[in-house]
């Protein structure tokens, strides 16, 4: 399955989770990654939750997106 995300989409998910991951995750260079790309290239290091997850943010919108009638989440 393809989806297509829009900017309005991105925006959307950033307001529902507000809040949600407070930690501001660290951006780390990557000399591997930037000798392949010919650039810079920045790792959103998201393992540095508190959950030592990057699904946080992802769990949270999904949960957060559910219509209000939804009977829960398992």
């Known amino acids: 399955m ?11 998910a950033r307001r ?3 809040g949600t991951a407070t ?6 260079p990557s000399p591997f990654l930037a000798r392949i790309a010919g ?3 920045l790792l959103k290091l998201e393992i540095a939750q508190a959950t030592g997850a990057f699904k946080l943010r992802g769990a949270a919108n999904a949960v957060l997106a559910l219509p209000e009638d939804a009977a829960g989440v398992t």
């Open 2 to 12: 393809v989806t297509t995300l829009s900017l309005a989409d991105i925006l959307a």
């Open 16 to 18: 529902r989770i507000a």
């Open 23 to 28: 930690l501001d995750t660290p951006l780390v």
């Open 39 to 41: 650039h810079d290239v």
